[in-house]
């Protein structure tokens, strides 16, 4: 069984189902278990991420013989994830990603291979910028958090990102406009 170990406090056992789709973090922890494990006194720090949850890096998360260290976390705040028998927590593409999964359905084991990007360190975006582009199209802001990096550089929701990473930085047109 998976174990997850916070900055403060002892490693915890967790129940995790396998979720392929379920995005970049190396794990989702369902609002009961935080609660039932008092997870937020065992963070060092939580950062609201543009989905509304929360998001923090633990000091690492062990699974079987396998252990990666610094991964990040989604903590959920409402109830409900997962259903009736709602899981601890979901195992996801962040964490699987460093991989080959073997599924052994009949044993019900999954077996863990490291693959090449077993060694890399998990980015941790905190810019509070949510942008997106859907084919040719330049990258429109969907959603700025109040008082992050994003918002106090001025970008507002609808603005169009004319240059990423480039040598004068990011530009962006206010309001949405060209």
Request: aromatic fraction near 8%.
């Amino acid at each position: 069984m998976p174990h997850l170990t916070f900055p403060k406090g002892d490693p915890i056992e967790a129940r995790l189902a396998v979720d392929t789709g379920g995005g970049w973090p190396a794990v989702y922890l369902s609002k009961s278990f935080i609660d039932g494990n008092s997870i937020m006194s065992k963070v060092s720090r939580a950062v609201p991420n543009i989905y509304g949850m929360l998001s923090t890096r633990l000091e690492k998360l062990s699974v079987g013989a396998v252990e990666l260290p610094r991964p990040i976390f989604t903590l959920y705040q409402k109830r409900g994830f997962g259903g009736g028998a709602e899981p601890d927590g979901l195992l996801c593409p962040g964490f699987l990603r460093r991989f080959k999964l073997i599924f052994d359905y009949p044993h019900q084991k999954l077996i863990l291979e490291p693959g090449s990007h077993f060694r890399d360190e998990m980015p941790f975006d905190s810019s509070g910028l949510l942008v997106w582009r859907q084919g040719e199209a330049p990258y429109r802001v969907l959603k700025v958090l109040e008082d992050s990096p994003a918002s106090e550089s001025g970008l507002r929701q609808g603005d169009i990102v004319l240059e990423i990473d480039g040598k004068s930085g990011v530009r962006a047109s206010c309001g949405g406009s060209n």
